[in-house]
């Protein structure tokens, strides 16, 4: 059996181009509420987000989106198909082993208000990781705890960890998912929706820390949206998602300027500020 010692040096010692994350004829389906049958989430998809680059998963409500985040971060296992983290498949490695693996791939959920325990403060939500997953002690803890609120923008730190959840603002309380993940040290973050419940005056913000962590840390990001507007500013390469399938792929700018699948184009069709895709500093 790996020891878990062992694949967090290995994971830790990825050279920039290895793949970061593969996903190979991934396929998932649920049986019918009412009726015969199965409904297929995510039908035969596969992709790679190489080490340290954004790619958008941009699709509609119910396309698939949401179960390829499930599935990539381990809470739900795929009907078929595989899931490698560079030359880790997770669907053969030993339970221990496969828990270190987890940690490396951290999400960041869409509602940052059930993604906090309500009955816990800023400072065990963000330590807990640090303790359970880096064996640290509770003082050390505690410092890495206020070095990451400060990283998030919750400053001074001092003012935040004694909190509950609701006493943090909606914007607040998403700095606070970002900076629990980042304690486990994830060479992955997977960002479901992560501004879509937020008010539109505090997207911005939590959109320009994410590519500021990305590229700051050499991160591996998975950006989950149906607003290419976001998906424009914040990824590298994109994949549109439809019905479960990917329908068209390729490097963000070229793709939504010169959209080839009728879907894109619908996608791009129902924006309010279409313009917004060629010149971003318009919207």
Same mark, same amino acid.
């Given at each position: 059996? *790996? ?8 994971? +830790? ?7 970061? =994350? ?43 989106? +949401?179960?390829?985040?499930? =599935? ?25 082993? @496969? ?7 951290? *999400? ?45 923008? %919750? ?5 935040? &960890? ?39 005056? =505090? ?6 820390? @994410? ?7 050499? =991160? +591996? %990001? %998975? ?5 290419? @507007? ?9 994949? &549109? @998602? ?24 619908? %996608? ?16």
């Amino acid at each position: 059996m *790996m020891r878990d010692q062992e694949l967090s040096k290995q994971l +830790s010692g990825f050279a920039d181009g290895v793949p970061s =994350l593969t996903v190979e004829h991934l396929s998932k389906g649920y049986r019918r509420r009412r009726g015969k049958g199965v409904v297929l989430a995510v039908d035969d998809v596969s992709f790679v987000i190489p080490s340290g680059v954004a790619v958008g998963l941009v699709g509609a409500s119910g396309s698939g989106k +949401s179960t390829i985040a499930k =599935l990539i971060t381990g809470t739900e296992r795929p009907d078929a198909g595989d899931i490698r983290f560079g030359p880790f498949s997770m669907a053969h490695l030993p339970r221990r082993s @496969l828990r270190e693996l987890h940690r490396r791939v951290q *999400m960041v959920f869409q509602d940052p208000y059930g993604a906090l325990n309500p009955v816990h403060t800023v400072g065990y939500a963000v330590s807990r990781p640090c303790v359970n997953y880096l064996n640290m002690s509770t003082a050390e803890a505690g410092n890495r705890t206020e070095e990451l609120l400060e990283r998030v923008g %919750l400053a001074p730190s001092k003012q935040f &960890v004694e909190k509950l959840p609701h006493q943090l603002s909606g914007g607040q309380r998403q700095r606070v998912v970002i900076a629990r993940a980042l304690a486990c040290e994830p060479l992955l973050l997977v960002a479901d929706e992560p501004v879509s419940m937020l008010d539109v005056s =505090l997207r911005a913000g939590i959109l320009k820390l @994410l590519a500021d962590l990305q590229r700051d840390r050499g =991160l +591996s %990001l %998975l950006y989950i949206t149906h607003d290419l @507007l976001s998906a424009r500013v914040l990824t590298d390469h994109i994949l &549109v @998602l439809n019905k479960g399938r990917i329908v068209e792929e390729g490097v963000t700018k070229e793709v939504l300027q010169h959209p080839k699948d009728p879907y894109t184009k619908e %996608l791009l069709d129902a924006l309010a500020t279409p313009e917004a895709i060629i010149h971003p500093g318009t919207a």
